[in-house]
C-alpha cells in the first residue's frame, strides 16, 4: 500500500526559486555600488564593492565590526544621528555623504542612500555607499574653471574699456 502525490508543482518552484536568488546574488554581489546592511550597530553583509571602496580584500572581513570605526571623526557625530533616526523611524531613509577611512587609514569621499528596514526579523539599514572622491574632484576642477574663465573675461571687458578710452 502506499500513497502518490505529484510534488512537480512544488520541485518547478524550487528551481525557480533557486534561479531566482542565484540572478539576485549575482546582481547584488557584481554591483558597482557599495550595498551594506547594519544591524545592532554592526556590519550584518557587505557586497565586495563596499570592501572594496574601504580597501579590504574581501566582504567577509568587515561582517561583524562596528561600521562607526570606518566613519571621520569630524562626521561620526553626524552620521551616528541619522542612523539613530532611522532606525528609530523619525526618518524613513536618507541620503548623506562622510568622509569615510579605509583600511589603511587615508580618506574617501563616500555617498550613502540608507533606508529603514527589517532584516531577519529585526530593525536594520540597508543601504548603498558610493566613491564620489573622483566626482568632487571634477566639481571642484569645474569651479576653478569657471573662475578662470570669469577672470580672463573681465580682464577682456578691461582692456576694451580701456582701449575704447585710448582712442577716445
Known amino acids: 500500500v502506499g500513497t502518490l502525490r505529484d510534488i512537480s508543482r512544488r520541485k518547478q518552484a524550487e528551481r525557480e ?3 531566482s536568488e542565484a540572478r539576485f546574488r549575482g546582481l547584488v554581489e557584481q554591483s558597482i555600488a557599495g550595498i551594506y546592511i547594519i544591524q545592532d550597530g554592526k556590519l550584518a553583509y557587505v557586497n565586495p564593492r563596499f570592501a572594496q571602496i574601504l580597501g579590504y580584500d574581501c566582504a567577509e572581513d568587515l ?3 562596528d561600521g ?7 562626521d561620526r557625530a553626524r552620521v551616528l544621528e541619522t542612523r539613530r533616526q532611522l532606525i528609530e523611524g523619525e526618518a524613513q531613509s536618507a541620503n548623506y555623504t562622510f568622509a569615510a577611512l579605509k583600511k589603511d587609514g587615508a580618506s574617501v569621499e563616500v555617498g550613502i ?7 531577519r526579523g529585526r530593525p536594520a539599514l540597508i ?6 572622491s573622483e566626482k568632487l574632484r ?4 569645474i569651479r576653478r574653471y569657471v573662475e578662470q574663465l570669469k577672470t580672463a573675461f573681465m580682464s577682456t571687458v578691461e582692456v576694451a574699456t ?3 578710452e585710448m582712442r577716445d
Open 138 to 141: 571634477a566639481e571642484e576642477e
Open 162 to 164: 580701456i582701449i575704447s
Open 68 to 74: 562607526v570605526e570606518a566613519i571621520a571623526e569630524k
Open 127 to 132: 543601504g548603498l555607499i558610493q566613491d564620489i
Open 113 to 119: 542612500h540608507g533606508t529603514r528596514a527589517t532584516y
Open 17 to 19: 526559486l533557486v534561479d
Open 63 to 65: 561582517i561583524g565590526r
